[in-house]
């Protein structure tokens, strides 16, 4: 099968290219890292820290849907009601959310 004069001269570019040293790579990604990485995970912080400033800490009105926080059997930890992970900040209970929020 005979290969058309460009792509025999793409063919040998890329064997070229293959076959080159690889020196200077890990420097390149050590620049990289300062010049990218660095000032994104910078970006990403502000960007968070913006947004919680601007968050209300307010619960939502509780809306007891019966579809959810079906309880069958008690847990077999604590008082039965809460789950191993509960967090009184975030998850309600069945009936609603624990006491006086700050």
Same mark, same amino acid.
């Given at each position: 099968?005979?290969?058309?004069p460009?792509?025999?001269?793409?063919r040998?570019? !890329?064997a070229a290219?293959?076959? %080159?040293?690889h020196?200077?790579?890990?420097r390149t990604?050590?620049? #990289?890292? =300062?010049?990218? @990485?660095? *000032?994104g995970?910078?970006v990403?912080?502000?960007?968070?820290y913006m947004k919680?400033? @601007? +968050?209300s +800490?307010d +619960? /939502? $009105? =509780?809306? /007891?849907?019966p579809?959810?926080r079906i309880?069958?059997?008690?847990w077999?930890?604590s008082?039965?009601n809460h789950? #191993?992970f509960?967090?009184?900040?975030?998850? *309600? !209970? *069945?009936?609603?959310y $624990? %006491?006086?929020? +700050?």
């Amino acid at each position: 099968m005979a290969m058309s004069p460009t792509a025999m001269v793409a063919r040998r570019a !890329l064997a070229a290219a293959s076959q %080159g040293s690889h020196e200077g790579g890990a420097r390149t990604w050590k620049i #990289l890292s =300062f010049v990218l @990485a660095l *000032p994104g995970v910078g970006v990403c912080m502000a960007n968070v820290y913006m947004k919680m400033q @601007a +968050h209300s +800490h307010d +619960h /939502p $009105e =509780f809306v /007891p849907y019966p579809h959810l926080r079906i309880r069958t059997k008690p847990w077999p930890w604590s008082d039965g009601n809460h789950s #191993l992970f509960h967090n009184s900040h975030t998850n *309600p !209970l *069945p009936t609603g959310y $624990e %006491g006086p929020h +700050h």
